[in-house]
Protein backbone atom coordinates (compact mmCIF):
# COMPACT_ATOMS: atom_id res chain seq x y z
CA UNK A 1 0.00 0.00 0.00
CA UNK A 2 1.26 3.54 -1.33
CA UNK A 3 0.46 6.47 0.84
CA UNK A 4 2.15 8.81 -2.23
CA UNK A 5 0.04 11.65 -2.15
CA UNK A 6 1.06 13.60 -5.23
CA UNK A 7 0.93 12.26 -8.88
CA UNK A 8 3.32 10.85 -10.71
CA UNK A 9 3.84 14.51 -12.94
CA UNK A 10 3.77 16.29 -10.34
CA UNK A 11 6.20 14.21 -8.17
CA UNK A 12 8.10 14.84 -11.55
CA UNK A 13 7.68 18.49 -11.66
CA UNK A 14 8.69 19.27 -8.89
CA UNK A 15 11.69 17.22 -8.47
CA UNK A 16 12.90 19.02 -11.86
CA UNK A 17 12.31 22.55 -9.79
CA UNK A 18 14.23 21.49 -6.74
CA UNK A 19 17.28 20.35 -9.08
CA UNK A 20 16.20 23.93 -10.36
CA UNK A 21 17.13 25.56 -7.42
CA UNK A 22 19.74 23.50 -6.82
CA UNK A 23 21.39 24.48 -10.03
CA UNK A 24 20.77 27.98 -9.37
CA UNK A 25 22.54 28.07 -6.07
CA UNK A 26 25.62 27.13 -8.19
CA UNK A 27 24.86 29.79 -10.47
CA UNK A 28 25.33 32.49 -7.68
CA UNK A 29 28.17 30.63 -5.93
CA UNK A 30 29.79 31.02 -9.40
CA UNK A 31 29.31 34.38 -9.88
CA UNK A 32 30.00 35.01 -6.52
CA UNK A 33 33.50 33.75 -7.09
CA UNK A 34 33.83 36.16 -10.62
CA UNK A 35 32.60 39.09 -8.15
CA UNK A 36 35.28 37.95 -5.97
CA UNK A 37 38.02 37.58 -8.56
CA UNK A 38 36.97 41.00 -9.87
CA UNK A 39 37.77 42.71 -6.23
CA UNK A 40 33.79 42.91 -5.48
CA UNK A 41 34.24 41.70 -2.60
CA UNK A 42 30.37 42.97 -0.85
CA UNK A 43 29.03 41.99 -4.17
CA UNK A 44 30.60 38.53 -4.18
CA UNK A 45 29.47 38.33 -0.18
CA UNK A 46 25.73 39.06 -1.74
CA UNK A 47 26.50 36.53 -4.53
CA UNK A 48 27.71 33.83 -1.60
CA UNK A 49 24.63 34.57 0.76
CA UNK A 50 22.53 34.29 -2.37
CA UNK A 51 23.56 30.72 -2.92
CA UNK A 52 23.30 29.85 0.20
CA UNK A 53 19.62 30.62 0.21
CA UNK A 54 18.65 28.82 -3.14
CA UNK A 55 20.12 25.81 -1.84
CA UNK A 56 17.33 26.24 1.10
CA UNK A 57 15.26 26.37 -1.27
CA UNK A 58 15.59 23.05 -2.70
CA UNK A 59 15.60 21.28 0.51
CA UNK A 60 12.27 22.82 0.71
CA UNK A 61 11.10 20.94 -2.01
CA UNK A 62 13.25 17.88 -1.12
CA UNK A 63 11.48 17.76 2.08
CA UNK A 64 8.20 18.85 0.69
CA UNK A 65 8.28 15.73 -2.40
CA UNK A 66 9.02 13.29 0.68
CA UNK A 67 6.60 14.56 3.39
CA UNK A 68 4.02 13.97 0.38
CA UNK A 69 5.09 9.98 -0.19
CA UNK A 70 7.07 10.91 -3.44
CA UNK A 71 10.88 10.48 -3.66
CA UNK A 72 13.41 13.15 -3.98
CA UNK A 73 15.31 12.66 -7.11
CA UNK A 74 18.65 14.29 -7.05
CA UNK A 75 20.05 14.77 -10.54
CA UNK A 76 23.41 16.07 -12.44
CA UNK A 77 23.56 20.16 -12.10
CA UNK A 78 24.50 21.70 -15.53
CA UNK A 79 27.54 24.17 -15.04
CA UNK A 80 26.90 27.59 -14.90
CA UNK A 81 26.66 29.77 -17.19
CA UNK A 82 30.28 31.55 -18.36
CA UNK A 83 31.62 34.57 -16.37
CA UNK A 84 29.89 37.75 -17.10
CA UNK A 85 32.14 40.05 -19.05
CA UNK A 86 31.22 43.48 -16.51
CA UNK A 87 29.05 43.95 -13.14
CA UNK A 88 26.35 45.33 -15.89
CA UNK A 89 26.09 42.53 -17.55
CA UNK A 90 26.17 39.96 -14.67
CA UNK A 91 23.30 42.37 -12.76
CA UNK A 92 21.41 41.82 -15.57
CA UNK A 93 22.18 38.09 -16.01
CA UNK A 94 20.62 37.57 -12.59
CA UNK A 95 17.41 39.59 -13.17
CA UNK A 96 16.67 37.66 -16.11
CA UNK A 97 17.37 34.33 -14.23
CA UNK A 98 15.13 35.36 -11.44
CA UNK A 99 12.49 36.01 -14.04
CA UNK A 100 12.74 33.01 -15.54
CA UNK A 101 12.86 30.93 -12.38
CA UNK A 102 9.16 32.85 -11.83
CA UNK A 103 8.10 31.58 -14.53
CA UNK A 104 8.89 28.06 -13.51
CA UNK A 105 7.15 28.46 -9.99
CA UNK A 106 3.71 30.13 -11.57
CA UNK A 107 3.89 27.01 -13.89
CA UNK A 108 4.11 24.73 -10.89
CA UNK A 109 0.96 26.87 -9.24
CA UNK A 110 -0.92 26.14 -12.76
CA UNK A 111 -0.24 22.56 -12.73
CA UNK A 112 -1.27 21.87 -8.93
CA UNK A 113 -4.32 24.52 -9.80
CA UNK A 114 -5.19 21.94 -12.80
CA UNK A 115 -4.70 18.98 -10.52
CA UNK A 116 -6.59 20.33 -7.45
CA UNK A 117 -3.30 19.53 -5.55
CA UNK A 118 -3.99 21.79 -2.75
CA UNK A 119 -1.48 20.87 -0.24
CA UNK A 120 0.44 21.05 -3.18
CA UNK A 121 -0.74 24.90 -4.49
CA UNK A 122 -1.01 26.03 -0.68
CA UNK A 123 2.92 24.54 -0.71
CA UNK A 124 4.03 26.65 -3.59
CA UNK A 125 2.10 30.01 -2.56
CA UNK A 126 5.50 31.01 0.07
CA UNK A 127 7.77 30.16 -3.24
CA UNK A 128 5.38 33.01 -5.10
CA UNK A 129 5.84 35.28 -2.33
CA UNK A 130 9.54 34.90 -2.46
CA UNK A 131 9.51 35.47 -5.92
CA UNK A 132 8.33 38.10 -5.86
CA UNK A 133 10.95 39.51 -2.87
CA UNK A 134 13.39 38.37 -5.32
CA UNK A 135 12.29 40.18 -8.12
CA UNK A 136 12.41 43.21 -5.86
CA UNK A 137 15.69 43.00 -4.98
CA UNK A 138 17.48 42.56 -7.70
CA UNK A 139 15.21 45.26 -9.51
CA UNK A 140 17.04 47.26 -6.30
CA UNK A 141 19.96 46.08 -7.35
CA UNK A 142 19.55 47.51 -11.08
CA UNK A 143 18.78 50.85 -9.47
CA UNK A 144 21.55 51.09 -7.24
CA UNK A 145 23.72 49.90 -10.11
CA UNK A 146 22.31 52.64 -12.64
CA UNK A 147 22.56 55.38 -9.77
CA UNK A 148 26.26 54.63 -9.32
CA UNK A 149 27.06 54.00 -13.01
CA UNK A 150 26.14 57.27 -14.27
CA UNK A 151 29.56 58.69 -12.87
CA UNK A 152 32.43 56.67 -13.82
CA UNK A 153 35.55 58.74 -12.04
CA UNK A 154 37.84 56.54 -10.56
CA UNK A 155 35.46 54.24 -10.01
CA UNK A 156 34.08 55.83 -6.43
CA UNK A 157 30.44 54.71 -7.34
CA UNK A 158 31.47 51.21 -7.88
CA UNK A 159 33.21 51.25 -4.58
CA UNK A 160 30.28 52.76 -2.76
CA UNK A 161 27.99 50.36 -4.51
CA UNK A 162 29.99 46.83 -3.59
CA UNK A 163 30.28 48.28 0.12
CA UNK A 164 27.05 48.65 0.22
CA UNK A 165 26.38 45.34 -1.14
CA UNK A 166 28.06 43.55 1.57
CA UNK A 167 25.58 44.65 4.11
CA UNK A 168 22.41 44.47 1.47
CA UNK A 169 19.54 41.56 2.78
CA UNK A 170 19.01 38.58 1.30
CA UNK A 171 15.14 39.70 0.75
CA UNK A 172 13.66 43.05 -0.23
CA UNK A 173 10.94 44.15 1.88
CA UNK A 174 7.32 44.12 0.24
CA UNK A 175 4.71 47.44 0.26
CA UNK A 176 2.37 45.77 2.32
CA UNK A 177 4.47 44.66 4.86
CA UNK A 178 6.49 47.60 5.85
CA UNK A 179 5.45 49.11 8.73
CA UNK A 180 3.27 52.52 8.59
Known amino acids: MSDKRISDS ?36 FFYKHSE ?12 IQTRGGEAKISAIPAPRDNPVDLESCIEDVWQHELDNSKKIYALVDKAFDERDWPTFNFLQWFVKEQIEEEALIDELRDKFALASESKDNNANFYSLDRDMANAPQEAELPREKNL
Open 53 to 64: EERQHMFKFLEY
Open 10 to 45: MEQALNDQMNNEAAQAQAYLALGVWADSNNYSGIAD
